[in-house]
Every structure is written in C-alpha cells, then in structure tokens.
C-alpha cells in the first residue's frame, strides 16, 4: 500500500479541524441560547432545578398544613367533680376542647340521682357569650395551657 503525500495528510487535517471548528460553533450557539432562557427563568423567580420545584411545593404544603393544624380542635380538658353535695363518685364533668386561638367548645354533663344534664356552650377567644361555670373556665384554661391546674 501506498502511503498518503504529506500534503494530502495537510489537507484532510485541515478539513477535521474546520469541521470540528464548526460543530464548536454550533454547541457554543446553542448553549448561549440555554443559557439565556435559564437567565430568564431564574430572573422570573421560576426555580432552576427540579428540586427546587419540588422544594418550593413542600414549602408551600408545609405552610397549608401549618395553617390548617392551628384550626384543628387539639386542646382538650376534663375536669370532673361532684356537682351536688350529697352525690360521690365526681360524675359530672366539664371537657373543653379547643383551637390554637382558644376557639372550639365546652361540654357539661350534670349527674344528679334522677337525672343527668348536658349543655354545650361555644368558646370564642378563650372565652364564651353564655355565663361560664367554675369547672367549665377551670377546663378551658387546662386545654388552653395544657396543664391540670
């Protein structure tokens, strides 16, 4: 076999290199372009990864949940005690339960020897539009600061 002349070698070595110089272009075009829609997107606020789109639904789901937990009715008290004198076994009690604002409800159930009465009374801030008794604002403060006393 003959061996190509150096001058032919010259010239299909020219060849690649003006061809390799091209497809360069080509991709450094292309990625200028990429680059100025990621700019964009980045400057629109639009996060860069998907993780950081992932990140920002978790964010924004952790605040919904947040929001939604404070309305939950979680805070509650029982205080039991003997509404009449002559009666033992603290039967009748007053359970208050609650939102994180103090919202919710107070139930009261009176036993006496022939009856038994129950009454609930709405709680706004803490506090209720109908006259409380003892046992009812010593259950709602219970709830309200998690403690029996």
Same mark, same amino acid.
């Given at each position: 076999?003959?061996?190509?002349?150096? +001058?032919?070698? *010259?010239?299909?070595?020219? *060849? $690649?290199? %003006?061809? *390799?110089?091209?497809?360069?272009? $080509?991709?450094?075009?292309?990625?200028?372009? &990429?680059?100025?829609?990621?700019?964009?997107?980045?400057?629109?606020?639009?996060? !860069?990864?998907? @993780? =950081?789109?992932?990140?920002? *639904? $978790? +964010? +924004?789901?952790?605040?919904?949940? =947040?929001?939604?937990?404070?309305?939950? &009715?979680?805070?509650?008290?029982?205080?039991?005690?003997?509404?009449?004198?002559?009666?033992?076994?603290?039967?009748?009690?007053?359970?208050? %339960? &609650?939102?994180?604002?103090? /919202?919710? &409800? %107070?139930?009261?159930?009176?036993?006496?020897?022939? @009856?038994?009465?129950?009454?609930?009374?709405?709680? $706004? /801030? =803490? =506090? !209720?539009? %109908?006259?409380?008794?003892?046992? @009812?604002?010593?259950?709602?403060?219970?709830?309200?600061?998690?403690?029996?006393?």
């Amino acid at each position: 076999m003959d061996r190509p002349d150096p +001058e032919t070698l *010259a010239w299909i070595a020219a *060849a $690649v290199a %003006v061809l *390799a110089l091209l497809l360069a272009a $080509v991709a450094w075009r292309r990625l200028r372009v &990429l680059d100025r829609q990621v700019r964009r997107l980045v400057a629109a606020g639009v996060p !860069s990864t998907p @993780e =950081g789109d992932r990140l920002t *639904a $978790v +964010e +924004e789901e952790t605040a919904r949940l =947040g929001a939604e937990a404070s309305q939950a &009715l979680r805070h509650v008290a029982v205080v039991r005690y003997d509404a009449f004198g002559d009666m033992g076994g603290r039967l009748s009690f007053s359970a208050a %339960v &609650l939102d994180d604002t103090g /919202d919710g &409800l %107070v139930i009261s159930s009176i036993h006496a020897r022939g @009856e038994s009465r129950t009454y609930a009374k709405g709680i $706004v /801030d =803490g =506090g !209720s539009e %109908v006259v409380l008794t003892p046992e @009812e604002r010593q259950a709602i403060d219970a709830a309200r600061t998690g403690s029996p006393d």
